[in-house]
């Protein structure tokens, strides 16, 4: 990451092409240099003339401060990695690093993984408490172990090992959201909520009003939120990352997709990436992400990729609904969400929905970073 004032995008534009043309020429340069053939060399950049980042809605904070550095030639890693910190540390987003929904017991664990096309190398964490960037530590246990996952107190003793602080992630929001579930989840234990007319007693200015209307929000709609950030490099390189506090409420120990290599996140250098959001356990039982992935290099698009994918993720939930029926609607549709984020190495980009509704974050030279619709499946979820 630079300290360095992010220059406007106007002027990133203006040095691209000269940027373009000197990563080409060094693939060039480099491929004669080791005896191959430049047009070998430049396989994955003759199609493409423009870095790319694609990603959860929730990047685009993080594409607008880091999307120049992959212009100005940044390792693709690095970018996807600054992006989604933005949110890891953002005390206010509920469903990934510090301020995160804790678990039934009040902790907030986080996964997250990291993967580089360029080596097709990867690490990841799971259950990872106490440590502010999750994304950083799996980079750690892909580039200084010989591992790919670590979990629960090992992660945290590597992390500690390789000088990142011990954090308090469970902010005073999120615990009076946890405590407040705690208090309504159940009438048949010692808990007691504080009366209605107590609590809106108690609520005189806005900002407790606001206070108590969030609470309320997520204990009505369970949490399930990540990010994910795939980036095209003008090298040709391709990286993602993605990272998460998991589901609110979870039973301790749970692992969701994001730090499953194939599930959350998964990229190759001779393909493509892609990367999940929603439901983990719908994305670790259709491998979703390496499927598209296969896919692409089958010759699908990405949209088509992703589409696939989710049209698989459907009659899995059918077939699974014979013993766990809340997975499906009185349609057959599925009950939950469930998107994947597309990259190819020409890069064209895709955002796909289970349910409907929603953005994605993309950033390329033409428009900039920005939301774009995401492309559904089946219609939102309660309507038909």
């Known amino acids: 990451m630079t300290n360095a004032p992010k220059k406007p995008l106007s002027t990133r534009r203006s040095v691209l ?19 191959k053939p430049a047009k070998r060399a430049l396989r994955n950049t003759a199609r493409r003339d423009f870095p790319v980042l694609v990603g959860s809605a929730n990047a685009l904070r993080g594409m607008k401060l880091y ?9 693709p890693l690095d970018v996807a990695i600054d992006v989604v910190k933005v949110v890891e540390a953002d005390e206010t987003d509920h469903s990934v690093g510090k301020g995160g929904l804790p678990n039934e017991d009040g902790v907030v664990q986080l996964d997250s993984a990291v993967m580089d096309g360029r080596t097709h190398n990867a690490g990841s964490v799971g259950c990872l408490e106490n440590i502010l960037h999750p994304s950083l530590v799996a980079r750690l246990v892909m580039e200084r172990s010989d591992h790919i996952m670590l979990v629960g107190r090992g992660a945290y003793e590597f992390a500690r090992a390789h000088g990142h602080e011990h954090t308090e992630l469970l902010t005073e929001a999120s615990r009076k959201i946890w405590l407040r579930w705690k208090e309504t989840m159940s009438s048949k234990d010692d808990r007691l909520a504080p009366p209605e007319d107590q609590r809106q007693g108690r609520a005189k200015s806005s900002a407790e009003r606001a206070e108590l209307a969030l609470i309320d929000h997520y204990l009505e709609e369970r949490v399930t939120g990540t990010i994910h950030c795939s980036a095209l490099a003008i090298s040709g390189e391709v990286a993602c990352t993605t990272t998460t506090s998991g589901l609110s409420w979870k039973i301790p120990g749970r692992v969701g997709d994001s730090p499953i290599i194939g599930a959350g996140l998964y990229c190759d250098g001779e393909v493509g990436s892609a990367g999940a959001t929603g439901r983990g356990e719908a994305a670790i039982l259709s491998h979703g992400s390496s499927a598209i992935v296969e896919l692409l290099r089958g010759g699908a698009s990405p949209e088509e990729a992703g589409l696939e994918v989710l049209r698989r993720v459907t009659r899995q939930a059918r077939r699974a609904a014979a013993w766990q029926p809340g997975l499906v609607d009185g349609e057959g549709l599925p009950t939950f969400g469930l998107n994947f984020y597309v990259l190819g190495l020409d890069g064209q980009v895709a955002g796909v929905s289970l349910r409907g509704g929603g953005d994605y974050a993309v950033a390329e030279p033409e428009n900039g970073p920005r939301h774009e619709p995401l492309v559904a499946l089946h219609p939102p979820i309660g309507e038909k």
């Open 17 to 35: 092409g000269a940027a373009v043309g000197l990563a080409a020429a060094a693939c060039a340069t480099g491929a004669e240099a080791r005896g």
């Open 67 to 75: 999307y120049q550095d992959l212009v100005l030639g940044s390792a």
